[in-house]
């Protein structure tokens, strides 16, 4: 990797499980935001909002075809200008990661080469020295842009992705790497996608892979819903990493299956699908809860990068030469058919900028990322023993575990895309712990239809209190001069309890606004338990105001913007 420190001394890196910041475990949350897809006027405040929904890392492809479609002559103004949207991008508190290519794909022409490279014919997204040429110069150009906002000139570029779904050898990205180096482009992490396999090994640590999952495709050749090439797979626990429905236009069906060096990385996702596009052929429509499933299906299976494609969706810029969506006549064959303008992807944050539920929802579950993220990065995902079969086993309820020995969640996803899945009567989950099996709840439960969820088991609250567990999910905690108060959310259709460390049997508890009980810690400070309702829940926000941590309740959307708030 490139330098990892930035001026002032902070460094951003990674081991084995996870990303660190100041040599501290850290799950970022990662969303794709295409800058040349946006009006230059609007994003500042469009990154305010990716900020509040949760977002830290802001990702950007940038598509060459939108910057040189005439040879030698490059256009980086208005809506291109790259180094205006990630210096914005840093000022509103974000850190970045470019997508440089030279092939980016993105549903644009060619995948973003222009017409001009392409009609060249050489041999393209190769070690040719030709095509490098260009790609130098490309890179050299990128290296313009981001100049003075790397990470070690301060700024907040903490890595870059090359090329996209290469599947070729791996010798072509660790030239477009050292092209990048060459160039000046000197950060923390280097990345590609994890996806398809490399046909020649990678050396280990020069490239980190990332991974992606989505609840649907617009790219299937079937016509049918859900179908029968394992996109339902997005929706189990797996330790396995890699799965080959993204890119079945490209590859067709395979067996998917993780490098042999895959568990020295720490698993990073960067598209979860936040949405999908429609293609000619195949016209989707994404429901709220399938993005919330995947996300929270991949957290449950080991990832500590939740990282969303897209994010914010945006309308595709007119061409001088051809219109630049990705289409099957084009020169360098695309695989389908997309709409000239619209990119709107049905993200969390939508074309003009709207908020979808799915926002909330993710919102809810970045909240919780935040502030209990840490301790999670240090948690291997567990499976149980029992696990659904194939994709017509409704009847297995779907569940993981991620602990480190002692504390721990519980992962439930009882949802499908386009599927019912039933209540499953009478659980409680067992969790095998060092010094013995650990049972919750007290008593069996039936988890409700359809129901996504998170629960905490050995949560420690501040103050000498702990949970032995809640059937609530947390959402974010806050520190007061008296105490602190953590929030969760109730599970619809589950009675809450709050099981505490040495008390006799669980609190029952009723959703509100206030809190549901209180308990002084060992040092006489108070620790507060608020539970809401699941609709409060998603109105809950978190972010620092006026110089401390504040929560708020709105169904309006939030914008911090210094000391000003925004709804």
Sequence with gaps: MGTSARPDGSPVTFDAVSLRLDGRPW?????????????????????????AGGITIVSTYVFWIHHEEIEGEWNWSGNHELHEFVRLAGSVGLKVIVRCGPWCHGEVRNGGLPDWLVAKGWNLRSTDERFLGKVRVLYGEIAKQLGGLLWKDGGPVIGIQVDNEYGGPAEYLLDLKQIARDAGIDVPIYTRTGWPQLTTPMPFGEIVPLYGAYAEGFWSRELTSMPGDKFWTAFRFSLLRVDDHIIQEQSGHGDAHDAPDVARYPYLTCEVGGGMMSSYHRRILINPEDVESTVLVKLGSGSTLPGYYMYHGGTNPMGKLTTLMEAQDTPMTNYNDMPEMNYDFQGPIGEFGQLRPQYHLLRRLHMFLADFGPGLTHMP??????????????????????????????????????????QKPGV???????????????????VPADSIFIWPFNLYLGDGVRLAYATAQPICAVNDVD???????????????????????????????????????????????????????LALWKGKWRGLDRVFLTRAGLVIDGDTVRL
């Design 483 to 537: 105490g602190s108060t953590t929030f969760f959310a109730e599970t619809p259709g589950v009675a809450p309890q709050f099981a505490i460390e040495g008390e006799s049997g669980p609190r029952s508890a009723r959703p509100g606004r206030g809190a549901a009980f209180e308990k002084t810690g060992r040092s006489g400070r108070v620790v507060r338990v608020v539970l809401l309702s699941d609709p409060d829940s």
């Design 381 to 422: 995902a567990a499976m149980p023993e029992v696990r659904p079969g194939g994709r017509d086993d409704t009847s297995t309820l779907c569940w993981s575990v991620r602990s480190d020995g002692e504390s721990g969640y519980v992962f439930v996803n009882n949802y499908e895309r386009s599927l019912h899945m039933p």
């Design 27 to 51: 799950i970022p949350v990662m969303g794709e935001f295409h800058y040349s897809r946006y009006p230059a006027s609007e994003w500042r405040q469009e990154l305010l909002k990716m900020k």
């Design 428 to 446: 409680q989950f067992r969790i095998n712990r060092p010094y013995g099996p650990f049972t919750f709840p007290a008593a069996p439960i039936a």
